[in-house]
């Protein structure tokens, strides 16, 4: 589905008009709802969508997009943009990565937004840092015989124009029968680069409108195929 000619998109030609989307639903007790993925004229635009410009670099056939930062709960995280902004020398960036199960943060702003939740956790009380949880998931808490009354943070990604606002449901892997719960994003070692995976996507509609060089994205009950 890449920009690449053996694409999908590209193949099917003018039938798609450039334009493809899909729209994750929540998996309930294991069950993942089916979904639908849309071409052309087929897509439905909901209201109240965000617009960030989609960036090709020479041969790849991945989607970028410039994330300038994060923010937990509204409050903005002290990461420079250029920790995110893709090297000369064939690194860094950030990609929309639906293949990807949690989304994989470049190390530095990993480090940063990690530090954050950490802080944010231990004014909670009640819950103890645990390691070694499952799915390489590092940040993880678990709590006693009673679980604590809190609320967990949204996090937002700060494109180019446009912000995405993570509800907790795409955050946060809880498992009640063993009273724990892990972020459901890690750190990125691999050239530097972040990677939006398909977790944090959940119930946003994504349309990818290559003519224009746009993604568009809003939030939408995605169990419902609209």
Partial sequence: ?????RSLLNQIGS?????FSYCFPQAHNGDVPTTLLKFGSDIVRGRNLSTTPLVKYSNLD???VNLQGLSVDGIRLNIPGWVFARKGYGRGGCVIDSG???????DF???VLRQALVNY?????????????GRGLDLCYQWGNTKPVFDYPKIG???????LVVEPAGLFVEVEAQRYFCLAMVSSHQFDLTAIGAYQQINRRFIFDNGRKQL???PENCALNP
């Fill in 100 to 106: 990807a199960e949690v989304s994989h943060i470049v």
């Fill in 1 to 5: 589905m890449g920009w690449g000619p």
């Fill in 121 to 133: 956790f231990a004014r909670v009380g009640g819950l103890n840092m645990v390691m070694g949880m």
């Fill in 62 to 64: 991945s989607y970028y």
């Fill in 157 to 163: 990604f700060h494109f180019q124009g446009a912000d």
């Fill in 109 to 111: 702003a990993y480090r």
């Fill in 216 to 218: 568009l994205f809003g």
């Fill in 15 to 19: 039938a798609s008009n450039g334009l």
